[in-house]
C-alpha cells in the first residue's frame, strides 16, 4: 500500500504530517477520513485542533487523521476512487479504531468498515455523498449531472473548483487556487462518482453506527434546496437501512468544525453504548 500521510493527536502532543505508523501511544485509536471542498483542503493542520479540542479529556484517544490519497501529504496516484481508498483505510485500522468519514471520506469509511468490520468500534458518516442510495430523485439527478457537466466543461482545477461549489448551490468568487488548495481541486476533478458506490449493508449491520448531518439553515437558500435535500435523503436511508443513532448540528456539511458541541456528541457515542 502507498503511504498515507496523517496528523496523529495523542497525549496533548501533535505531530502533523507524519507517515502512518504504530508508534506506541496509548488510548484508542480513531481515524478520520476526510472529504476535501467543502471542508476545506483535508489537511491534517486543518482540522486537527477542531476535533482534539476536547478529546483528550477523562479518557485519552489517539486521533489519526488521514489524507486521501491525492490530498493533503498524501501523493496523488492515479484517479481517485473510493475503492481504493477504501482498502488503504482498511488495512489502517489495524487492531481497531474508531472511525470517521466526511463527505467522500464518509463513503470511503462505510466501505472500509464492510471490508474489516471485526476492527471498527464504531463508525461515524458526515453526510456522505451516497447517491447511489437515493437515485431518482430530482435534485440529486440533477446534482450528479451538474457535477459531471463541470467536470467536462472546467479549463483548470480552480475553474472546477468553482463550478462545483455552485453545483452545491453556493455562489464562490472566482479565485486561482494554489498550494494544497489547488491539488485537492485537481485531484477531486477526475475523481470516480460516489454515486457508483454500492453500500454493503449486510456487512455494516453489526457495527454501532453515528450518522451525523447539518440542518443547512445558514446555508445560502439555493445551497439548502440541493445540498441540504440531497443530505437528509441519504442519511434518512442510512439510519433507517443501518439502525442508526442521528444527529443534526447548525451547519451546512461541515458539522465537525463547530468544535465543542460536535466532539460532546461524539464522546458520548463512543462511551455510552
Not at 502533523?16 to 496509548?26: F, Y
Not at 488495512?91 to 470517521?100: K, P, V
Amino acid at each position: 500500500m502507498q503511504a498515507l500521510r496523517a496528523g496523529v493527536y495523542g497525549l496533548g502532543s501533535v505531530l502533523i504530517g507524519v507517515t502512518l505508523e504504530r508508534r506506541g501511544l496509548s488510548g484508542l485509536e480513531v481515524g478520520v477520513v476526510l472529504g476535501a471542498f467543502l471542508a476545506g483542503v483535508a489537511l491534517a493542520s486543518v482540522v486537527l485542533g477542531r476535533y482534539g479540542d476536547r478529546l483528550g479529556r477523562r479518557r485519552s484517544y489517539r486521533l489519526l487523521l488521514v489524507d486521501r490519497r491525492g490530498f493533503g501529504g498524501s501523493p496523488a496516484n492515479g484517479r481517485v476512487d473510493f475503492d481504493r481508498d477504501a482498502d488503504d483505510v482498511a488495512e489502517l485500522l489495524a487492531d481497531g479504531a474508531h472511525l470517521i468519514g466526511h463527505s467522500y471520506g464518509g463513503v470511503v469509511s462505510l466501505l472500509a468498515a464492510a471490508r474489516n468490520p471485526q476492527a471498527v468500534r464504531s463508525l461515524t458518516v458526515i453526510e456522505p455523498p451516497a447517491l447511489g442510495l437515493v437515485r431518482g430523485n430530482p435534485a440529486v439527478e440533477e446534482f450528479i449531472s451538474g457535477v459531471g457537466d463541470a467536470m467536462r466543461d472546467a479549463r483548470d482545477p480552480s475553474d472546477y473548483h468553482a463550478r462545483f461549489l455552485r453545483n452545491f448551490g453556493f455562489s464562490p468568487r472566482d479565485e486561482v487556487l494554489a498550494g494544497g488548495d489547488l491539488e485537492a481541486a485537481r485531484s477531486s476533478w477526475g475523481e470516480r462518482s460516489p454515486a457508483e458506490a454500492e453500500i454493503p449493508f449486510d456487512e455494516l449491520g453489526e457495527i454501532r453506527t453515528l450518522v451525523v448531518r447539518g440542518d443547512w439553515a445558514s446555508a445560502p437558500r439555493a445551497a439548502a434546496e440541493r445540498g441540504g435535500v440531497i443530505f437528509r435523503a441519504v442519511c434518512d436511508v442510512l439510519v433507517e437501512r443501518l439502525g442508526a443513532e442521528s444527529a443534526v448540528f447548525p451547519s451546512a456539511h461541515n458539522p465537525h468544525l463547530l468544535g465543542e458541541p460536535f466532539n460532546d456528541r461524539l464522546r458520548a457515542f463512543w462511551e455510552d453504548p
